[in-house]
Each structure stands twice: as structure tokens, then as C-alpha cells.
């Protein structure tokens, strides 16, 4: 069932685990994705990033919505790592859940001017708004952030945003790369401490580059307050390996087999990943009329400034 971002992620925290954000790019990626969560009884988000939307666009925005309406279990459908004004409003106007404004590649002042004006625009959807303070070193999907251009998040700063921004969750750079780690990841987590207690109780946090951490640093984190992991590389090269293999590049390969390889390589991932999380088996603490009614009214709320603008 499509619901509330918000409800997947403060009963995630509220019951100590966390929920993951699975990156897709096409009807594969989201059946893996519900065909994972349905087997875990785990809620799920579909995560869209910008390069996705725009090769995508509608349809895929419209594949994601019915997915999640149509799965026995709660699933969310998110934008991560939105740098567009316009992208974002296409992705509220759409009916999407959640969106990531990312300002963190600009200087702070107008990371904070972008993300306020974001957050307004998406909380009149009733939407979910996520920003970045700091900035994660890796690749992501064409994007590139050299290792000496990363900065970690200043805890005293990412109170002062969040104070001035109202952003609802907030993705922090405490070690974490988005792709692979070339080293073992050290993750630090004096600074986790400080984030939260400066930016208060009320904001969600978010962890990128779950791909590679171990199962430690996954369960310190959530003990620390993240109630959401991304994650990408590893779905997407379990896609890539397979249909790498002989059966699927061979000139007479029946492609509908080959797709349910797939499907399967990247379910199998996503199902580690939610047992990694602790999510398995926590669908039950999300089927609530309560949660039924937050979607309802998000999406009673989208129509209504629809209609205004």
C-alpha cells in the first residue's frame, strides 16, 4: 500500500530499525523491490534519482505509485538527490511522498535558501522533505563528488539548518560514500552523537552509501537515531552481472527469462539489505488506520494545490 514517508520512517525509528531506500530506473528495479518487501513483510521506499526521472519521466513516476498502491505491504516513492526546482515540482505534482532538495553542492548560504524554498513548495504537497549538510564523496549515477571536495556535517551548522530550513530529515556525512568503499568505511559516530543532539528530536536521519557498511556500523547507526538507509551500487551491479552472464548476451536469448534473472539477482539483495536493516518483519507495525489516514490526507492536500496553482 502506498503510504506516508513520514509514518515509515518515525515508526522505524520509533521501534529501532531502519527503513531502505532502494534506488530503480525501470519496471525490474521495481519489482525487485516489492517482490523483496512482500517476502520480508518489510516496508520499502522506490527511490528515484534525477537522472532516472528524466530518462523515465511520468510512466516511470506512474509505474512506482501503482506499484506501491497495489503491494501488500507499506511502500513509499521518493526523489533523491534533487538539485531542480522544476524537478521537484514535477515529482510533488505527481503524487510522490518524499524529496530529497540537495543544495549541499553550494556554498551554505544558498544551500539554505534553496532548501527553505524547497521544503515550503513540498510541505504545501504534504510531502516529506530531505537535505544534505555536508557533502558525501563517491559516484552516484553520473554524479561525482571528489574525495577532497567531501566535508563531513558540522553539527553546530546542521542545527542552525534545520531551525531555518524546517527540512523534516537530514542526510549526514559522518565518513559514508555513495558507490564502493576503496577502504574499509570508518564511520564516525562521536559526530552522529552531536548531529542529533543539535538538530533535535524531531528530524529524521538519513545515511547514504549503505552499500559496503557492515552489519555493526548499520546497527550503531540505528541505535544512533538513522531511520533510513540508501541504497544503490550493489542492486544495480546484481542487474548489470546478470545480464552479463552467457544465457542473456547470446544471440537467440529469450529476453522475458533474462528480466526475471534479473528481478530475481537484484530481490535477493534488497531482501539482505532489509534483514540487514532490521525492517523484515516489521510490515504489521505500519498497517494502521492511522498510517491510512496519512496518506489519505497527503494526497487530499497534493490535489488541493494542484487545483490552487
Do not use: W
Request: charged fraction near 20%.
Amino acid at each position: 500500500m502506498l503510504t506516508s514517508t513520514r509514518e515509515l520512517l518515525e515508526t522505524a525509528r520509533r521501534h529501532v530499525y531502519a527503513i531502505g531506500a532502494f534506488n530503480i530506473y525501470n519496471l525490474e528495479g521495481v519489482q525487485a523491490v516489492v517482490k523483496a518487501a512482500e517476502a520480508c513483510q518489510s516496508p520499502a521506499m522506490l527511490q528515484l534519482h534525477p537522472s532516472s526521472l528524466k530518462y523515465g519521466g511520468s510512466p516511470l513516476v506512474a509505474l512506482c505509485l501503482e506499484a506501491a498502491r497495489t503491494a501488500t505491504v507499506p511502500i513509499s516513492v521518493h526523489l533523491d538527490h534533487s538539485t531542480s526546482a522544476e524537478a521537484i515540482r514535477f515529482a510533488l505534482e505527481a503524487g510522490m511522498n518524499s524529496i530529497m532538495a540537495d543544495g549541499s553542492h553550494l556554498p551554505y548560504a544558498e544551500n539554505q535558501v534553496f532548501t527553505q524554498a524547497m521544503t515550503q513548495l513540498a510541505h504545501a504537497y504534504g510531502a516529506v522533505v530531505e537535505a544534505e549538510i555536508g557533502r558525501i564523496s563517491g559516484t552516484e549515477d553520473g554524479l561525482s563528488v571528489a574525495e577532497k571536495e567531501a566535508k563531513m556535517t558540522d553539527p553546530m551548522q546542521a542545527g542552525e539548518f534545520v531551525k531555518i530550513t524546517q527540512v523534516d530529515a537530514l542526510a549526514v556525512t559522518i565518513g559514508n560514500v555513495h558507490g564502493e568503499y576503496k577502504s574499509e568505511p570508518r564511520l564516525d559516530f562521536d559526530r552522529l552523537v552531536r548531529i542529533r543532539q543539535r538538530v533535535g528530536e524531531d528530524v529524521l536521519l538519513v545515511l547514504h552509501g549503505a552499500s559496503g557498511l557492515p552489519a555493526q556500523m548499520i546497527s550503531r547507526s540505528i541505535e544512533l537515531g538513522v531511520c533510513k538507509f540508501n541504497v544503490n551500487t550493489e542492486v544495480r551491479q546484481a542487474y548489470m552481472q546478470t545480464l552479463n552472464l552467457e544465457k542473456c548476451i547470446a544471440e537467440d536469448a529469450d529476453l522475458v527469462p533474462c528480466m526475471e534473472a534479473v528481478v530475481d539477482a537484484m530481490q535477493q539483495i534488497v531482501m539482505q539489505k532489509m534483514e540487514l536493516f532490521g525492517s523484515a518483519h516489521k510490515a504489521h507495525l505500519h498497517q494502521s488506520p492511522y498510517a491510512r489516514m496519512l496518506t489519505a490526507a497527503q494526497e487530499r492536500q497534493r490535489q488541493m494545490t494542484i487545483h490552487r496553482g
